[in-house]
Each structure stands twice: as C-alpha cells, then as structure tokens.
C-alpha cells in the first residue's frame, strides 16, 4: 500500500547523472593563483577549472556536443509543488 504523501521513487532514469570526481594535484602557487581568478569571477576554484577545460576543449574542437551545461551560479530554482491526483 502506499501512502498518498509518499512522492514517487525516481527511476536510474530520471536521475540526474552525477558528475565525476577527480584528484587533481596542483602547484601551491598554481592553485593561489587559481583560487584568486576563481574569486575575482564569483567562482569556486572547483568551478573555475571546470570553466577553464570547458573553453579549452570547445577552443580545440574537443567538447564532446554530449556535455551537459554548467549549471547555473546561485541557488537552483524551487520546484513548484506537485498537484495532487485526482481522485
């Protein structure tokens, strides 16, 4: 039985894909310098980078036109309520 409340389970599906995580190793001066361009932009430096590759691989004709959109700055939107089932 399931209770009316409950939202839906989502399916592998409708998942949002998941981004890849990676150890970058960096120079200390490479990453101050990185840290305070990410800051000049609003960024983080995790953010910056992403940027920076994203350019470069659309530069050399290498970003794959699969890539999803950097999300957006800020706090995603709010998702309007759902509408209850009719009965």
Known sequence: MTDPQTPPRR??????????????RLDPA???ALARWASDELRSANAQIEFLLRRALKEAGRL??????????????????????AP
Do not use: W
């Open 11 to 24: 399916t592998p599906a409708s998942r949002p894909q998941q981004r890849k995580q990676m150890v970058l």
């Open 64 to 85: 794959p036109g699969a890539a999803a959109p950097i999300a957006r700055r800020g706090r995603p939107p709010k998702r309007p309520p759902e509408e209850p089932e």
């Open 30 to 32: 490479v990453h101050d």
